[in-house]
T-cell receptor, first 115, second 114 residues
Framework: GAVVSQHPSWVICKSGTSVKIECRSLDFQATTMFWYRQFPKQSLMLMATSNEGSKATYEQGVEKDKFLINHASLTLSTLTVTSAHPEDSSFYIC???????????FGDGTRLSIL | QKEVEQNSGPLSVPEGAIASLNCTYSDRGSQSFFWYRQYSGKSPELIMFIYSNGDKEDGRFTAQLNKASQYVSLLIRDSQPSDSATYLCAVNPRGSSNTGKLIFGQGTTLQVKP
């Protein structure tokens, strides 16, 4: 149980393109979903927390107009990287939690490369 | 002081030995504690979680929590080369009880040598 699906697995696109990443909880209802970014050999960096039907809460330093998060249902959240540039290239990972104090379950991640 | 601290390692153990991974946290009101395993280039995978003081065992893994010492550990018995990965300690601090947000340590790299 507790499967989180994330798509796409990898994206290569040109600078200026907007990229949408989907995160779905397949076998449980996720009251909260989280979006992380990880650079090579570095720690997970939380970007934002989203609750179904509410605006996402962004961590300090994360541009909300750059990284658009939508959490339309209890099983789906999306992250859109708008007008992506090479410095946005990274490993983006979502996680989902069924409730307070419950574990976060991670998707497989999306490797984004902006040329 | 970092909120969640781990020795980055690498921790090297021979195959079949017990690997002991340690983590300390600063928020005494923290309620939930998690261990994740992350292979290079992959996303984290939940190994164990513990809420109460004491030991919790699951197969070759044992999580130990001591809230008085603000210390949580993960023991891996009969270590296998496939256990070689980075182990992340994560804590749900008191202030995040209404969001589920976790604070992650930097991770400890474990190397199990055949």
């Amino acid at each position: 149980g507790a499967v989180v699906s994330q798509h796409p697995s990898w994206v290569i696109c040109k600078s200026g393109t907007s990229v949408k990443i989907e995160c779905r909880s397949l076998d449980f209802q996720a009251t909260t979903m989280f979006w992380y970014r990880q650079f090579p050999k570095q720690s997970l960096m939380l970007m934002a927390t989203s609750n179904e039907g509410s605006k996402a809460t962004y961590e300090q330093g994360v541009e909300k107009d750059k990284f658009l998060i939508n959490h339309a249902s209890l099983t789906l959240s999306t992250l859109t990287v708008t007008s992506a540039h090479p410095e946005d290239s990274s490993f983006y990972i979502c996680s989902a939690s069924a409730g307070l104090n419950q574990p976060q379950h991670f998707g497989d991640g999306t490797r984004l490369s902006i040329l | 002081q970092k909120e969640v601290e781990q020795n980055s390692g690498p921790l090297s153990v021979p195959e079949g030995a017990i690997a002991s991974l340690n983590c300390t946290y600063s928020d005494r009101g923290s309620q939930s504690f998690f261990w994740y395993r992350q292979y290079s280039g992959k996303s984290p995978e939940l190994i164990m979680f513990i809420y109460s003081n004491g030991d919790k065992e699951d197969g070759r893994f044992t999580a130990q929590l001591n809230k008085a010492s603000q210390y949580v550990s993960l023991l891996i018995r009969d270590s296998q080369p496939s256990d070689s990965a980075t182990y992340l300690c994560a804590v749900n601090p008191r202030g995040s009880s209404n969001t589920g947000k976790l604070i992650f340590g930097q991770g400890t790299t474990l190397q199990v040598k055949p």
